[in-house]
């Protein structure tokens, strides 16, 4: 009898399965459907995005998101991860998820157990109430598969609403985006759209709700391209934001960057007070002191050495300061807190410094001067303004030379702090001849073809950003750097050292002594010498077909190079390179090789400007490297003399 029970029911589920009927399940968003032109390129297919946020007031929201993308292959697999911070401001209500197969057919759903809950506290934060649930449907290893998401998300507190951003991420392709905002029409919000076709961009009103819809679809994937400002720059873009908005018992407005400028004004206010006993330290440190300078470099070199630096963001406090007093304390704080104690300590000696409010790489700051959001700005130095001269303070390093901006915060718009009408001015940034490396070589050849070499390499600016990192290192760590870096073949070390100088454009000093006996090549009576010991450039651009992006450099530099070869006795020039000079928009490059008796000085010029140019320039840019590694690869031939 049991038998024929089974026999029973697999009829039943046989003819259910060759029966046509609207129970029959229809696929979703099948693989075969996507146009060729969207998986070009492609590790993952957007199929579809539809983000809504919905403002109740200047402080409450929902937020509604439904996506589905299909994971091409396995290093799309980043794409089926949701990631969702949240803080005591924002709630997630609701997560919920579907995995489909290749043909689109119903696979498994999100379970709870998949859902993480975690601390999304960032490296060197100690204080931070941001979280983050993660959640991931696995795949099985079968590719391609789909996977849909739905969530919601509330806002009691707004300083900023959603960007828009279809394509935000390299290698996927979206086949449709929708993003709407809606609220009560006595309400105004702020909208940006930024690199968007015609014809995106739709507005309803209903019943008292104001509703803004933006559409697009068919974008192709994009491939990472060498120097490439980023996806941010030439993407569909809408940046929606707030005019008045309410957030952890503050209201503010955001018509200017004056008026947002104002609620900082207030966060920051009275909190720059110092105990009496460090007001007396500090007085005590700097009496006898003239030179306006040199009291806030020795008060900032008092500042790095008493505190260190943590990450802190407990709602409002993401954007206020602990008290001065309070980092005095504890000898600890971020960078708005670090800023505000440099602050007080400057207070106490009569010189006034100024609460700037700036973006730090990756962030390139303000970028949009008159539309003013939160997200343009994540860090906050200090300025110092003195009768003929400028200080810029970064607080939160605790090696960085007084007065020194590093790239991540050089050569951005700043907003400077001033209750009386808070301003935008643009960081210093270094020029190619300040930001250089200057190298000075002996190098002594043998007959035999090893080469023993006195080095001694300046580095300044934005080059001392590549080597002042190993100063505080270990011995055996800085060797390990050197032998990375230098890349002579067969070299060993003898002895090195570093000299730094702490000043605005900061320096240091390396000399390192060295042998190798595999540099050169040794062939019969020849030997051939690299003449380019130490600062090869061995790599070109990867040419690339159909370039979407612009060519853009952030910073410039200057690399010079003086190596003068003593040659051993008994050997004369057999082929002597010539020199090389080019010239392009990009840079500029010299070479010259003189021979005076026993002797060859080799010198090169390199410089690279700072700039962006049409992506039609990106084959000049190539030609201009290609050349440059050609000139860098030529060897001295030198021919023993008979005897």
Known sequence: MRFKIWSFTALLLALSFSLPGKDKPKPFYPVASIDSAMKKDAWAVCRDFHQEF?????????????????????????????????????????????????AGFYD????????????????GSIYDD???????????????????????????????????????????????????????????????????????????NEKGIHTIEWKIGSLPAQKEESFSPGL????????????????????????????????????????????????????ERIKGMKDTTQIVRTLYEMMQKRTRYVGIQLGIGGFQPFPAETVDKVGYGDCKALS???????????????????????SQGITMTDFPTANQLNHVILCVPLKNDTIWLECTSQTDPCGYLSRSTAGRKVLIIDPK???????????????CQNRKATVKLSPDGEISAQIQTNYAG??????????????????????????????????????????????????????SSTFTTRSGSRIFIPVNVFNQIKSVPTRVENRKMPVYREFAFLDTDSVTFKLPPGFKPETVPHGKTLTSSFGEYCSTLTFNGDQLLYTRRFKMKRGTWSKEQYTALIDFYTEVVSADKVKLVLREEAK
């Open 54 to 102: 919905v403002l109740h007031n200047d402080g409450k929201a929902v937020e509604n998101i439904h996506f589905v993308i299909t994971i091409m292959e396995k290093r799309g697999d980043k794409f089926a991860e949701l990631e969702l911070n949240y803080d005591k401001t924002s709630k997630i209500t609701s997560i919920s998820g579907k995995n489909y197969d290749a």
């Open 108 to 123: 498994e759903k999100l379970k709870n157990s998949a859902i993480q809950d975690v601390n999304s506290t960032s490296e």
């Open 130 to 204: 941001l979280r983050m649930k993660i959640a991931k449907i696995e795949s099985a290893n079968s590719y391609p598969y789909t996977v849909e998401y739905n969530y919601e998300i509330t806002y009691d507190g707004l300083l900023g609403y959603p960007t828009w951003q279809p394509l935000d991420e390299y290698h996927l392709s979206v086949e449709k985006s929708q993003y709407d905002i809606s609220f009560p029409e006595n309400m105004e919000i702020r909208y940006r759209e930024l690199n968007l076709p015609p014809g995106c961009r739709t507005e309803k």
């Open 232 to 283: 941010v720059i030439v993407t569909p873009r809408v940046v929606t934001a707030p005019i008045r908005f309410e957030y952890c018992g503050t209201t503010g407005t955001m018509n200017s960057w004056s008026d947002f400028g104002k609620w900082i004004s207030q966060l920051i206010e009275n909190r720059d007070q110092l105990p009496p006993a460090r007001q007396n330290e500090i007085i």
């Open 340 to 362: 505000n104690y440099m602050k007080a300590i400057l207070k106490v000696a009569e010189i006034r410094a100024e609460y700037t409010v700036a973006g730090a790489a990756p």
């Open 421 to 435: 009408g808070s301003r935008i001015v643009t960081t210093p940034l270094l020029s190619a001849d300040q930001s």
């Open 462 to 515: 934005y080059q001392y950003d590549n080597i002042s990192g190993i100063l505080t290192e270990s011995r055996k760590e800085q060797e390990k750097a050197l032998y990375e870096n230098l890349s002579v073949p067969g070299m060993v070390v003898s002895g090195f050292s570093y000299k730094e100088t702490r000043s605005k454009i900061p320096e240091v000093a390396e000399t390192i002594t060295l042998t």
